[in-house]
């Protein structure tokens, strides 16, 4: 069962002026259930987006960086082609030819050019892409296709997700009112390198091309890239913000100015919130866990700190436990890579008992009370490193039986 998370509620899901979304069953490797979703955009829409890091990407994750870097600014994107049950990676020339017959077909049946079109595949690598499936599939999206669809869009995007993920907001930014709608998917090879994580958020506001680029960048930066189930970064990860320009309101050019910045802002909360949720509903998470490592020289060697602790079986075995076996915690913030870390001055704790200081165990820890902490269904492990003023967060969960069962069986 997710952690604390439950399925969004269609109508709190905004509609987002310039976008339309169609679902429907093709069929791609299971039947009877959503795999194939068709996000249309009007003319002139501004997109962006950021990919895996992993050298083996996937088919559709080279597509979609091409086509980005092709496309005429005064025609924008005009939709999104995104299926399930298949990655279409690790499959070669003949993948790369399968994402382009994909958005061949979706670009024929919108009148526009197939540059126009971005693919994106979650589901087994190494298989090859169903297209005719998806091509057949393709109109009855197109038929379907409706502004206030976001909460079947999140459904239809699932692999061994348990529960959609959804998220939407509406903020001020100078006179007008803008729309923010996102969704996600992603529970398990999650460990974004910026994963199979697939996120997307829509907004109505008028942002210039690189502005755009810049706030998707921004917002995976302090959303996406902090969150870790197993450690591995997948094939198929994308992250893609679309903004329509439909909003009331002079564009926003210029990345000093306060429309910008609560403009970025609000794009990272919607990301956030949508990361977080991903965690939650990890493949058989018990536990949410936020790791928090503070007063480190630089964000960057915080972040490192608190992806060992985050990334560690041993710590996520033991918090599935309930087991306050805290050594554990202290062996990954010393191998974390931070070559001249003083450890004496380090000062551990566990939502607020503290556990450890001056290079060992704190006089005043008792075991029950890390135990009382560890049988939460939410814990903050917070690390003071005492070096500096620099933070970072990163958000995990713990491991458990039903992680290894629900990979075990993957593919059955």
Known sequence: MPVNLNPPDPQTLLPVAGVELGITQAGIRKAGRKDLLLIKLDVGARVAGVFTQNRFCAAPVVVCRQHLSMVDPGQGIRALVINTGVANAGTGKEGLA?????????????????????PFSTGVIMEPLPVERIAAGLPQCIAALKADAWADAAQAIMTTDTIPKAASCQVQIGAATITLTGIAKGAGMIHPNMATMLGFIATDAA????????????????????????GDTSTNDSFM?????????PEIVDAKSAEYLAFRDAITAVATTLAQAIIRDGEGATKFITVKVEAGRSEEECRKVALAIAHSPLIKTAFFASDPNLGRI???????????????????YLDDVLVAEHGGRSPAYQEAEGQRVMK??????????????????????DLSHDYVSINADYRS
């Open 207 to 230: 942002v210039s091309q690189p502005l755009v680029k810049a706030a998707v960048a921004y917002a995976a930066q302090r959303s996406f890239n902090r969150i870790t189930v197993d």
């Open 241 to 249: 913000l679309i903004a329509t320009g439909k909003a009331a309101m």
């Open 376 to 397: 939460q269904a939410e814990i903050t492990v917070r690390v003071v490193l005492n070096r500096g003023k620099a933070a970072a967060v990163v958000w995990t969960c």
């Open 330 to 348: 202290l062996a990954a913030i010393g191998y974390a890579g931070i070559a001249d870390l003083e450890v004496e001055g380090i000062e551990l």
């Open 98 to 118: 399968r994402a382009r017959q994909t958005c061949a077909d979706a670009a024929q049946l919108l009148g526009c050019n197939s540059t126009q079109i971005l």
